[in-house]
């Protein structure tokens, strides 16, 4: 009995040292990430315009095969509704200097911005940055913390793979 006891206890602790370092963690987090592809920067905006009507992130596919994606009426983006992902809202838009930016809502709560910027012309330099505020969400100011972790690599293959099909000589 005395081990349920302690056990309770060190649980209990735990729970709220999650709680009471949550509190103070950083409200939002950003990833940034560079990439040189060799062609122009309307064929790269193509490309990643294509990954927004595949709905961008492909891991809500593959983890929840509940997940329904309706597109919205302007045709920028997306709802998606899910067992296990939620429901959540992707709008972009596009600027005329290429530039592609996007708004992401997840449960109508944590908010996530995506800015794929271009700079010069053939070979373009694709600047990706992305920023998750969590606001009062204590779990995502965890998940924060871990932020390239659990989308660097992600976004690392989805841009290698679009280098790949451009540069790829014909």
Known sequence: MKFFKVLSLVLLGCIVLFFLVGVFLPKSATLEKNYEIA???????DEIIDLY????????????????????????GYTWKGL??????CVYTL???YTIHDFISFNGHDVAETVWKFEGSDPVILNFSITVTAGKNISTRWTNLFLNRM???????LIKEIKDSIEMPS
């Open 53 to 76: 009507e595949n709905h961008l992130w492909p891991i809500w596919d593959s983890e929840d095969t509940t997940t329904v994606f309706t597109p919205l009426e302007s045709g920028a």
């Open 151 to 157: 989308i660097g690599e992600e976004i690392d293959l």
């Open 39 to 45: 062609a122009s920067a309307i064929i790269v905006q």
């Open 84 to 89: 296990n992902t939620g429901s959540g809202k």
């Open 95 to 97: 600027a005329f200097d």
